[in-house]
């Protein structure tokens, strides 16, 4: 079923994109009465019609196609109920049944009884079979990929929309443009020749344009559903787009070729310059046609495949480029780096010499070359690192404090022993081995990917007679273990948070937690995310009443500065609101559920008996007070520091609830 399913999306795309094409191709030709620019434009809407009905019939089997597949059976895309479902109460279904209806009223101004007088009806109405096969090609976005991204699906299906557009407005017109200059060039066409010339430079213009579209909204498409390198080579969407790049790079490259050397010719002697130039020419965008039915076949197949945002990408090779350790090398290395880029800076003069002096292009280039890859070698290798399949892989399991209490637990149990209680690399087993465990606390353990800790977790890294653990905790445990790890470097930096804000540094995460008060649903510290910031206080009664009744006091002017408070009673009670009492009157929320696991994990941040946190709206935490005695504070203080937030001018973004 995947194999027609593909068949029939590549059937639909190629002739959807060929119909806007061949009237575009009219248009830019324009009327004629010539002969043979009458026969080929007869000609061109006759295969117009047939686009038409091939457009239809495939795009009902994709429908059919995608019935049988949601129903979970191969005989719902024969049955009229399942069709009707998926048509009317999906998205996509509503989106195909739309573009259907364009594609039959198109058939209707390109079939039926359509009076044609003037130029101006003749421009009218292959002007309406443009503009409706086009909304109808288009509006495959709204049915594909850009119609699930995030967070702006509405721009990545105008993105889309544009780059579907543009490959119908110039690859769609190949075709069409290969047939007239193939007419043209005949000892029969000659009449159709000034015509044929004045179509060809046409569409170079407009191509021109198209294709600068069609890069611009494909690079943009790439960000959208790859993100980045890891997505474009480790994954299947990613390969195959890499493949869809290379041969469009074919395409660009015969197009060039087209536009610099045959169109310019075509103004030569009829008969030794422009009649070759010509055949030329129809020989090249045949070519050029065919290796952009190729792209729409991989286009077809993208469209398939989950994109590579939404996949675990497999990294290939052996090795990656950072430069998140440029801070600890050695002056060694940053010599090499150094020397090495001004190699390549000039290579690059180099490069651009040979551009300007056409007498010595090729040693220069040459010799650019040879520079280039020098010094480019010489930077690179210093800033390449070791890497492994899982090196780029996303976490499955978030950072939040149930992640943290159980990632303790088995650190506990298999960990410890070698990399200390903290992490310092100074377990009991530690002076057995034959390398130092790493300190899992020092900043180089953050210039490791999510996936490097992984693999190493999971496959153990045996110079330093670290064993795998693949066998005895499962990938969530495994993940859990990491994200405990990533809490144990967090602790050690917010070692010098103090209770005044930094303004601009947004760097130490809050660990997402889940809290209910009372028979109330439980919320989590994500939902404020973007609309509030967060206090959460830590507190031991009785030391922490004459604090608790100063929040209380000034809880209203808090919440009117965007601020939510989170008490949490350290001894976790059931019963915390009832200990509290009625003095002082409480009003912001004191955690009677989950509060075990917050305790547990950010009273780390402060071993206090009452600790206040300052979370701002992207999830960062931004200031810590702890008190050991009396916990009387100002709360001005507090509303300085939140004040502090509120004039922030550039936003940090949204703390990612998992480590990378």
């Given at each position: 079923?995947?194999?027609?399913?593909?068949?029939?999306?590549?059937?639909?795309?190629?002739?959807?994109?060929?119909?806007?094409?061949?009237?575009?191709?009219?248009?830019?030709?324009?009327?004629?009465?010539?002969?043979?620019?009458?026969?080929?434009?007869?000609?061109?809407a006759?295969v117009?019609?047939?686009?038409?009905?091939?457009?239809?019939?495939?795009?009902?089997?994709?429908?059919?196609?995608?019935?049988?597949?949601?129903?979970?059976?191969?005989?719902a895309?024969?049955?009229?109920?399942?069709?009707?479902?998926?048509?009317?109460?999906?998205?996509?279904?509503?989106?195909?049944?739309?573009?259907?209806?364009?594609?039959?009223?198109a058939?209707?101004?390109?079939?039926?009884?359509?009076?044609?007088?003037?130029?101006?009806?003749?421009?009218?109405?292959?002007?309406?079979?443009?503009?409706?096969?086009?909304?109808?090609?288009?509006?495959?976005?709204?049915?594909?990929?850009?119609?699930?991204?995030?967070?702006?699906?509405?721009?990545?299906?105008?993105?889309?929309?544009?780059?579907?557009?543009?490959?119908?407005?110039?690859?769609?017109?190949?075709?069409?443009?290969?047939?007239?200059?193939?007419?043209?060039?005949?000892?029969d066409?000659?009449?159709?020749?000034?015509?044929?010339?004045?179509?060809?430079?046409?569409?170079?213009?407009?191509?021109?344009?198209?294709?600068?579209?069609?890069?611009?909204?494909?690079?943009?498409?790439?960000?959208?559903?790859v993100?980045?390198?890891?997505?474009?080579?480790?994954?299947?969407?990613?390969?195959?787009l890499?493949?869809?790049?290379?041969?469009?790079?074919?395409?660009?490259?015969?197009?060039?070729l087209?536009?610099?050397?045959?169109?310019?010719?075509?103004?030569?002697?009829?008969?030794?310059?422009?009649r070759?130039?010509?055949?030329?020419?129809?020989?090249?965008?045949?070519?050029?046609a065919?290796?952009?039915?190729?792209?729409?076949?991989?286009?077809?197949?993208?469209?398939?495949?989950?994109?590579?945002?939404?996949?675990?990408?497999?990294?290939?090779?052996?090795?990656?480029?950072?430069?998140?350790?440029?801070?600890?090398?050695?002056?060694?290395?940053?010599?090499?780096?150094?020397?090495?880029?001004?190699?390549?800076?000039?290579?690059?003069?180099v490069?651009?010499?040979?551009?300007m002096?056409?007498?010595?292009?090729?040693?220069?280039?040459?010799?650019?070359?040879?520079?280039?890859?020098?010094?480019?070698?010489?930077?690179?290798?210093?800033?390449?690192?070791?890497?492994?399949?899982?090196?780029?892989?996303?976490?499955?399991?978030?950072?939040?404090?149930?992640?943290?209490?159980?990632?303790?637990?088995s650190?506990?149990?298999?960990?410890?022993?070698?990399h200390?209680?903290?992490?310092?690399?100074?377990?009991?087993?530690a002076?057995?081995?034959?390398?130092?465990?790493?300190d899992?606390?020092?900043?180089?353990?953050?210039?490791?990917?999510?996936g490097?800790?992984?693999w190493?977790?999971?496959?153990?890294?045996?110079?330093?007679?670290?064993?795998?653990?693949?066998?005895?905790?499962?990938?969530?445990?495994?993940?859990?273990?990491?994200?405990?790890?990533?809490?144990?470097?967090?602790?050690?930096?917010?070692?010098?948070?103090?209770?005044?804000?930094?303004?601009g540094?947004?760097?130490?995460?809050?660990?997402?937690?889940?809290?209910?008060?009372?028979?109330?649903?439980?919320?989590?510290?994500?939902?404020?995310?973007?609309?509030?910031h967060?206090?959460?206080?830590l507190?031991?009664?009785?030391?922490?009443?004459?604090?608790?009744?100063?929040?209380?006091?000034?809880?209203?002017?808090?919440?009117?500065?965007?601020?939510?408070i989170?008490?949490v009673?350290?001894?976790?009670?059931?019963?915390?609101?009832?200990?509290?009492?009625?003095?002082?009157?409480?009003?912001?929320?004191?955690?009677?559920?989950?509060?075990?696991?917050?305790?547990?994990?950010?009273?780390?941040?402060?071993?206090?008996?009452?600790?206040?946190?300052?979370?701002?709206?992207?999830?960062?935490?931004?200031?810590?007070?702890?008190?050991?005695?009396?916990?009387?504070?100002?709360?001005?203080?507090?509303?300085?520091?939140?004040?502090?937030?509120?004039?922030?001018?550039?936003?940090?973004?949204p703390?990612?609830?998992h480590?990378?």
């Amino acid at each position: 079923m995947s194999a027609l399913g593909l068949a029939l999306r590549w059937a639909h795309l190629a002739s959807s994109i060929a119909l806007v094409g061949g009237a575009v191709m009219l248009l830019l030709a324009g009327p004629s009465d010539r002969p043979t620019a009458c026969a080929w434009q007869r000609g061109i809407a006759r295969v117009a019609r047939w686009l038409l009905v091939i457009a239809l019939l495939t795009g009902l089997g994709v429908l059919a196609h995608q019935t049988a597949l949601l129903e979970g059976r191969a005989s719902a895309a024969f049955e009229p109920r399942a069709l009707a479902r998926v048509v009317t109460q999906t998205q996509a279904g509503l989106v195909w049944l739309v573009r259907l209806g364009m594609l039959v009223v198109a058939g209707f101004f390109a079939m039926g009884p359509v009076r044609v007088v003037t130029r101006l009806d003749w421009r009218a109405l292959h002007g309406e079979i443009v503009g409706l096969a086009l909304i109808a090609l288009g509006l495959v976005s709204a049915a594909g990929h850009a119609a699930a991204a995030e967070p702006s699906p509405l721009r990545a299906i105008g993105v889309d929309f544009a780059h579907l557009a543009a490959a119908g407005l110039w690859a769609g017109a190949l075709p069409a443009l290969a047939l007239l200059l193939r007419r043209a060039a005949r000892e029969d066409g000659a009449d159709a020749r000034p015509y044929a010339v004045l179509a060809a430079r046409r569409f170079s213009a407009w191509a021109l344009v198209s294709v600068l579209v069609l890069a611009a909204s494909g690079i943009a498409n790439a960000a959208t559903q790859v993100g980045d390198v890891a997505g474009l080579v480790g994954t299947t969407y990613g390969r195959l787009l890499l493949v869809k790049l290379l041969v469009f790079a074919l395409a660009l490259g015969v197009a060039g070729l087209n536009r610099r050397r045959f169109v310019p010719a075509l103004g030569g002697d009829a008969v030794t310059v422009g009649r070759p130039a010509m055949k030329r020419l129809a020989a090249a965008v045949t070519a050029e046609a065919l290796l952009m039915l190729v792209v729409i076949g991989l286009v077809a197949a993208l469209g398939v495949t989950p994109p590579a945002r939404h996949e675990q990408p497999t990294w290939p090779l052996s090795f990656r480029l950072t430069t998140a350790g440029l801070q600890t090398v050695t002056p060694d290395v940053r010599w090499q780096i150094l020397v090495g880029s001004q190699i390549a800076v000039a290579g690059g003069v180099v490069l651009l010499c040979a551009l300007m002096l056409r007498s010595l292009r090729w040693p220069l280039g040459a010799g650019a070359v040879v520079l280039l890859a020098t010094g480019g070698s010489m930077a690179l290798m210093a800033l390449s690192v070791d890497a492994y399949p899982t090196t780029y892989q996303r976490p499955t399991v978030p950072y939040s404090v149930t992640s943290i209490a159980a990632g303790a637990a088995s650190y506990g149990e298999r960990c410890v022993v070698c990399h200390g209680r903290d992490g310092g690399g100074d377990g009991p087993a530690a002076p057995r081995l034959p390398r130092p465990p790493a300190d899992l606390r020092a900043p180089h353990t953050g210039q490791h990917t999510a996936g490097d800790l992984f693999w190493w977790v999971s496959h153990g890294i045996p110079r330093g007679a670290m064993p795998g653990f693949a066998d005895a905790l499962g990938e969530e445990q495994r993940w859990d273990v990491i994200n405990y790890v990533r809490f144990l470097g967090a602790l050690e930096s917010a070692r010098w948070m103090g209770p005044k804000v930094d303004p601009g540094r947004a760097w130490l995460v809050a660990p997402d937690f889940s809290y209910a008060v009372g028979p109330a649903p439980a919320r989590s510290l994500r939902d404020y995310r973007g609309q509030r910031h967060v206090l959460l206080v830590l507190y031991t009664l009785p030391a922490s009443r004459a604090r608790l009744a100063q929040l209380a006091a000034g809880y209203q002017t808090l919440a009117t500065l965007g601020v939510e408070i989170i008490a949490v009673p350290t001894d976790s009670s059931p019963d915390a609101i009832k200990q509290l009492g009625d003095e002082p009157r409480v009003l912001f929320p004191i955690a009677t559920e989950g509060s075990a696991d917050i305790v547990a994990a950010y009273r780390r941040f402060a071993d206090a008996p009452h600790v206040e946190l300052l979370i701002d709206r992207q999830g960062y935490i931004r200031a810590r007070w702890a008190a050991r005695g009396p916990t009387e504070r100002e709360v001005n203080l507090l509303l300085a520091e939140v004040q502090e937030l509120n004039e922030e001018k550039v936003a940090a973004p949204p703390a990612d609830e998992h480590v990378h």
